[in-house]
């Protein structure tokens, strides 16, 4: 299993929580999970029910196992500063740089920069090692951005490289592309059973692929019940109408002596039906289109009471089932 488990996905496909469930369901059985966010929403927090995350490495959660999740919120700015330490030792020239406004002007009017910190600071805690020489972390998940600019801020590093042939914002680019092109890595796409997602994933998968970027799993989420199959629904096509309302009728539905209750029953039972079929029908050509995109398929199904800790747990336990683990 890769130590770098990035997970990307269209917005609205709720690739945040399936990044936080990977997270518990890889701290199982006494693993220690860093989840990292690089967006500045504050997501994780939400989802862990926890206060807002500073610039720090803070364990959040437990999983089940004795295992443990921490959680990091990259800022940019911060990031910029240890960068400036750690080559350039640049220590309270730094700071005064951050008070006159010059990194927040570098990291947004070149938001390749912005990128490199990003990822940089992710590879950094993939490498960390304690005193000893066991890797700090056992996987980091990045919660990284949505799927339409993910290989451009994951393949940033190979751009500066190129742009920095000598020193050590070269050497730091190179580094972080070795962990990225690696089998230390695996980005994984969130998609929900719908058009748009689907091919936005399958776009995202060619492009991934095209810049020899590791792709890991597509992960379906929000996935509703199966009520009935394509036999089930040829069935109820061929059920005539008259028959349905003495069903209902028989059932008690409507009144066993008044069948016009049960009557009006009939079309918006048929109607549930007709839309269900239609359903049916859009979400096996989505897994068919899914199947053709040669990557591991999982499923996570649509939590109807709603998303809090408890449903975050279970969302682990089904990855753990599916093997990924």
Excluded: W
């Amino acid at each position: 299993m890769s130590r770098l488990q990035v997970v990307s996905g269209k917005g609205g496909t709720g690739k945040t929580t399936v990044a936080a469930a990977l997270a518990l369901a890889l701290a199982t059985e006494g693993k220690r999970t860093l989840l990292v966010e690089v967006e500045g929403r504050q997501g994780i927090a939400q989802l862990f029910e926890t206060e807002a995350l500073p610039y720090e490495e803070r364990k959040i959660a437990v999983a089940p196992g004795g295992g443990e999740v921490y959680a990091l919120a990259i800022d940019p700015e911060l990031a910029l500063l240890d960068y400036l330490q750690m080559f350039y030792k640049l220590g309270s020239a730094g700071r005064a740089l951050r008070k006159l406004g010059a990194i927040d002007f570098a990291t947004t009017i070149a938001p390749g920069v912005r990128d490199v910190l990003l990822t940089g600071k992710a590879c950094e805690a993939v490498r960390r090692k304690d005193k000893n020489g066991r890797f700090v972390y056992d996987y980091v998940v990045m919660d990284a951005p949505p799927t339409g600019r993910i290989t451009r801020f994951l393949n940033v590093n190979d751009e500066v490289a190129g742009l920095a042939k000598i020193g050590p914002i070269h050497n730091q680019a190179q580094a972080v592309m070795r962990v990225l092109k690696s089998s230390e890595t695996a980005v994984h796409l969130v998609t929900l059973l719908e058009e748009m997602p689907v091919q936005e994933t399958a776009d995202g998968i060619a492009e991934l692929r095209s810049a020899r970027l590791p792709v890991g799993r597509v992960i379906v989420n929000m996935v509703r019940p199966q009520v009935l199959d394509a036999a089930g629904l040829e069935l109820v096509a061929a059920v005539p109408r008259s028959s349905v309302a003495r069903a209902l009728s028989s059932a008690g539905l409507g009144g066993a002596r008044r069948g016009g209750h049960a009557e009006r029953l009939v079309d918006p039972l048929l109607a549930q039906a007709e839309e269900y079929a239609e359903r049916y029908t859009l979400e096996t050509e989505q897994r068919a289109a899914l199947a053709d995109l040669d990557a591991p398929l999982h499923e996570l199904p649509l939590l109807t009471a709603g998303m809090d800790l408890a449903g975050l747990y279970a969302l682990a336990r089904e990855l753990r089932g599916q093997g990924v683990s």
